[in-house]
């Protein structure tokens, strides 16, 4: 399945627009932790706005809010469990709307880790939580969730030493 292009042209703006309809997907949620991660967007948008304005080059924004964007999916698991469903689709609806791209990458690189069967880092770990969250939310088999869980508990048991 070929994803819909972007509309938008720079990385800086896929990625900002990312946030920007991942968080108007729900404004009545009463959650307290996408409260706070709500709050924290519009202070942090305002800001890459004024660096945008002051010269700052976009590139440069975008590389912190793709690292966002990949740690996400951590932060959002303190959300109220009944909620999770509806943020995770939230989240996936967002990326796939506003950049396609990174989805198609970021398959790759969960891709990858299968293949190699070892979570290698930090960034790793995250990826294959939320596509553990993705697939929870979908009803997809244990089989899939488990082969996860498993490099998940791999990884986990390594940093404990």
């Known amino acids: 399945m070929r994803e819909t ?29 996408i409260s706070e ?8 948008k305002a800001q890459y706005i004024q660096l945008v304005n ?5 590139s440069k924004i975008a590389a912190g809010l793709e690292q966002g964007l990949r740690e996400l999916p951590l932060l959002l698991a303190g959300a109220e469990p009944q909620n999770r469903v509806k943020i995770t689709d939230a989240l996936h609806n967002a990326v796939r709307a ?8 970021e398959a790759k690189y969960l891709e990858q880790i ?6 290698r880092s930090e960034n790793q770990f995250y990826l294959v939580r939320h596509r553990i ?7 997809a088999t244990a089989t ?17 030493r």
């Open 5 to 33: 292009p972007s509309p938008f042209k720079s990385k800086f703006d896929k990625l900002y627009n990312v946030f920007e309809q991942f968080y108007a997907s729900f404004p009545e949620l009463s959650d307290r932790r």
């Open 133 to 139: 969250d993705e697939l929870e939310s979908t009803g």
């Open 144 to 160: 899939q969730r488990d082969a996860l869980y498993r490099l998940i508990d791999e990884f986990e048991s390594r940093r404990r």
């Open 37 to 44: 991660l709500r709050d924290s967007w519009c202070c942090a």
């Open 98 to 105: 506003a950049y396609p791209e990174f989805a198609a990458k």
């Open 54 to 58: 002051a010269g700052v080059s976009k």
């Open 114 to 119: 299968l293949i190699n069967g070892r979570i």
